[in-house]
């Protein structure tokens, strides 16, 4: 069922619902003012004219069913023919309080879009701040430490420290502590 197939049932439901002493265009409008809300780029023009066909399309129906009461009847007649001009007022607030939820509609846009900014700001910031020590330890990894002394080796050291390591494993001292 799609949205306008809802609302038409709720228009329905809202005459067949209602008892007949409460219909009127101000209780249909009060009763429908979320729907009216939720469409906050119509205009107050437009949402005049579709709202007030609603109503004016449900009482043509209603006056034309025999399954309605004649006083349910009567009353879409009349109702029909005498939309109130207090009516009016209504659509005045309904227009101011759709413009203030654009305009917080439009702060929370602004808002988002700096936070978002400010976050990307951040992360480019960090990968500035990465990049930048990486290339430092890149830098440092590069140059040859100042007192770094080049070591000779002969083949006399190796042997030397061959026999070193040798002997270091064939101490009592080391069978001693040697696990088994």
């Known amino acids: 069922m799609t949205d306008l197939h809802c609302l038409y049932k709720a228009i329905r439901d809202y005459f067949d ?4 002493e409460e219909w009127s265009y101000l209780n249909f409008l009060n009763l429908f003012k979320p729907f009216i809300m939720s469409k906050l780029d119509v205009t107050k023009q437009e949402d005049k004219g579709t709202w007030r066909k609603r109503f004016i399309t ?17 009353l ?8 109130p001009s207090s009516a009016d007022s209504f659509w005045d607030n309904v227009e101011k309080e759709k413009e203030d939820l654009r305009r917080k509609r439009e702060i929370m846009n602004k808002t988002n879009s700096v936070r978002n900014n400010t976050e990307l700001d951040a992360l480019d910031l960090l990968d500035t701040a990465r990049k930048e020590k990486a290339k430092e330890i890149l830098s440092l990894l590069k140059q040859k430490p100042e007192n770094e002394v080049p070591i000779d080796y002969t083949e006399e050291d190796e042997k030397e420290y061959e026999e070193d390591v040798i002997y270091s494993y064939n101490t009592e001292e080391d069978n001693e502590h040697r696990i088994t």
């Open 58 to 74: 449900r009482l043509d129906k209603i006056a034309g069913d025999d399954t309605y009461s004649e006083q349910q009847r009567a």
């Open 76 to 83: 879409a007649i009349r109702l029909k023919e005498t939309i």
């Open 17 to 20: 619902d209602t008892p007949v």
